[in-house]
């Protein structure tokens, strides 16, 4: 496939191929339209590069859906050797492809350079060949690349910043978050002009207004502009004293933002803060647990042009709804932006947008709220997206209410339960009944971290350790993680977190779909009923509709539970770094807490499946931890498998959690928020599964369970609420 024509007539057929016959979505096909070598001296090879650029938007227009990708080595291979040449061309091969409609690529992305940075010569030659400008290309890039100019060209360029103007040089190290000559190139600047202001309006913006850009086209990295927002905010810290009576520069835009009532946590809202104040807004930043009239309040007297809400825990969603129903009563305008890793396209367009009529905007993640601002705050364009936005949620809606007609009754959902053998049953006894404090050293926690979440929490996708070495963002994943081990090395030194838990055992047994738990001196006597819910989707009959109920048994068992935190300290670490105007090291404080504090939860489970007499011999090999290839499991509440987030209550209070220093807000968000908690299930059937949709009569069946109204249950599980179960199995009672 060396042309256009003939890369379309392939890939399309195998696309239709894929579709059509095979039955697959396109959404989860990977074409590639194979990346040819170049600069070969075979004139048969010179427009190998053009073609796949040309072909790129002719296959997503006859492939809709499917993602474009192509191996970038194959490009420079007649350069093989010649580093320098080879990442100029696969850096600047990878901007135009990118650009042309690629989706993804196979690059080594430790040996990307930014397309700005090349040395312009370099530059040129290269250009020359990809896009056939010239008869000599070839000949040219090869001279180039023979002589030690190449190399040569490079290490000059690393060390060339420095020359440059103060000006050029803040420029600089704005984009690369450089802080080492900061305040000597600020002094400098400060000197040559008018005002302190000019250097924030000129040099510094400058570097913001391009960290903006790049971030924008894919070329920086949350991580990166992270570490750039650093420098502006320790450069404006600086040149403060000078600034008195001085004013503001225009921003884009000015966004009120918070973590709503009830909820500790901030990571992804902070993110978001710094990305748009990179992108020159204004962010107000109200913290966590904030009111809705404090929210409202604060953006009304602001003059706010946005209002963002942020939330983890599930039952956030709700109060985001009662924000949303506030701004419609007060008969506010400004959009409402909806972010955190609990909230959906979904649940956004059933819950909250129907309750406020000013537009109301999900927001996956802090790479597309640059975006999204632009297009809200463009007069011109702003009505015609928030119609996109609204058809879109008008569509998830529908698809919802075709959705609820997919479940069955309770009653046929429990005649379809899981049926052990609970005759040929033997189950663990524990080596203690009762809760029993722990506290390891950090340092013993180490080696359980999945540092994938790591990532995934700056928007960085992909497993550890694989993505060190992604195509687009490899060198964002290394340089974050060498930060990351670099500062959990003096955390773990120096004791600036702090780490403790509890966990134990119960005597327990199942009735229906509750788990009762005994007490440890009087295994007979109930001490605690924790009611579960079970999955009522339509499955074909040979399926069971799970309960964590199902895997404890009727008689004789025992249940265990935990807590853990590995964040005590943690707030009070994040607001040193913030004083000293860091956010990048705030936020890398506080994602490393979340990783301890879930490798404490790793760890602790495996000590729990050793007292069980059900656990494996140390040392553990990690990846079949994060695999979970052993027996039991640790599920949590507000998790799929038990959504019900009121149950923490019941459960720390079971624990005596604290003791430990930990709580639970209004809401039952964990604080201190680096914390974990959940229940352990011994039998080997036990699994994880998401409990799904739930109809009217379990919430019915399960309120009285719980003893509480219909109500409160609604709004503890307001996200899994159908509409009514099919017929199925009977109504829904």
Request: aromatic share 6%.
């Amino acid at each position: 496939a060396d042309t256009v024509a003939r890369k379309v007539e392939i890939l399309g057929r195998a696309y239709d191929l894929l579709t059509e016959r095979a039955g697959f979505a396109p959404e989860d096909i990977i074409l590639d339209a194979a990346v040819l070598a170049v600069a070969t001296g075979l004139a048969e090879h010179e427009r190998y590069a053009l073609a796949f650029l040309e072909a790129l938007p002719r296959l997503k227009q006859r492939c809709p859906g499917a993602r474009l990708s192509g191996g970038l080595s194959n490009l420079s291979f007649a350069f093989r050797g010649n580093e320098p040449v080879r990442e100029a061309m696969h850096a600047l091969f990878l901007s135009e492809a990118i650009a042309a409609g690629l989706d993804m690529a196979i690059v080594n992305a430790g040996q990307l350079a930014l397309p700005e940075e090349i040395e312009p010569g370099l530059r040129e030659r290269v250009e020359d060949v990809l896009f056939c400008r010239r008869p000599d290309a070839t000949e040219r890039l090869i001279q180039f690349a023979e002589g030690v100019e190449a190399r040569a060209a490079r290490e000059e360029a690393a060390a060339a910043w420095r020359t440059g103007t103060a000006g050029e040089r803040l420029a600089y190290a704005l984009r690369h978050g450089i802080l080492e000559y900061l305040e000597a190139d600020l002094a400098e600047a400060l000197a040559e002009a008018p005002s302190a202001l000019a250097v924030i309006e000129g040099p510094l913006m400058d570097g913001m207004n391009a960290v903006g850009e790049l971030f924008g086209a894919g070329k920086m990295f949350l991580p990166q502009v992270v570490k750039s927002a650093r420098v502006m905010k320790q450069a404006v810290a600086w040149l403060a004293p000078q600034l008195a009576g001085a004013g503001r520069g225009a921003s884009r835009g000015k966004v009120v933002m918070a973590t709503v009532k009830g909820d500790v946590h901030d990571i992804g809202k902070n993110i978001v803060g710094v990305v748009l104040g990179c992108n020159g807004y204004e962010v107000i930043d109200l913290g966590v647990m904030v009111p809705a009239t404090t929210i409202l309040d604060r953006a009304a007297a602001e003059g706010a042009d946005i209002v963002g809400l942020s939330g983890l825990i599930t039952p956030s969603l709700e109060e985001m709804v009662t924000v949303a129903a506030e701004m419609e009563r007060r008969g506010m305008q400004q959009p409402l932006l909806i972010g955190g890793a609990t909230t959906s396209a979904l649940h956004t367009a059933i819950k909250i947008a129907p309750a406020y009529g000013g537009g109301v905007i999900h927001v996956k993640d802090a790479s597309r709220a640059v975006g999204v601002l632009g297009r809200l705050l463009d007069p011109a364009g702003a009505p015609e997206y928030l119609g996109e936005i609204a058809s879109e949620q008008e569509r998830l809606r529908a698809g919802r209410r075709e959705e609820g007609k997919r479940l069955i009754s309770l009653a046929a959902a429990r005649a379809d339960h899981l049926a052990l053998d609970w005759g040929a049953y033997t189950p663990p006894v524990p080596a203690f009944l009762g809760p029993r404090e722990v506290a390891p050293a950090l340092a013993e926690l180490v080696p359980f971290i999945d540092w994938t979440p790591f990532f995934h929490a700056w928007d960085l996708h992909g497993r550890f350790p694989g993505i060190l070495d992604h195509p687009t963002h490899g060198h964002a994943a290394r340089e974050l993680y060498a930060d990351g081990r670099a500062l959990l090395e003096v955390i773990v030194e120096e004791g600036r977190l702090g780490a403790r838990g509890v966990y134990g055992f119960w005597p327990a047994h199942s009735e229906g779909d509750d788990l009762v738990l005994g007490d440890p001196a009087a295994p007979a006597r109930p001490r605690l009923r924790l009611p579960m819910l079970r999955q009522q989707g339509e499955k074909a009959p040979e399926k069971p509709h799970f309960s964590l109920a199902d895997f404890v048994a009727p008689a004789g068992d025992t249940l265990g539970a935990f807590a853990v935190t590995a964040g005590l300290g943690a707030e009070e670490l994040a607001r040193r770094y913030e004083r000293a105007h860091d956010d990048y090291r705030a936020l890398l404080a506080k994602a490393l807490a979340d990783r301890l504090a879930e490798a404490f939860a790793e760890w602790m489970h495996a000590q729990a499946r050793r007292d069980w007499g059900i656990g494996e011999t140390p040392p553990f090999a990690l990846e079949r931890l994060i695999r979970e290839e052993y027996r039991g499991i640790r599920p949590a509440f507000g998790y799929p498998a038990c959504p019900d987030h009121a149950l923490k209550f019941a459960l720390l209070a079971l624990l005596g959690a604290g003791r430990i220093g930990m709580a639970l807000t209004e809401s039952a968000a964990m604080t201190p928020a680096a914390s974990v908690s959940g229940l352990y299930f011994a039998h080997p059937a036990a699994r994880y599964f998401d409990v799904g949709r739930i109809a009217p009569d379990q919430v019915a069946d399960y309120a009285a369970r719980r003893g509480v109204p219909v109500a409160e249950v609604e709004r503890w599980l307001a996200h899994r609420l159908a509409s009514a179960p099919g017929t199925r199995g009977g109504g829904a009672g």
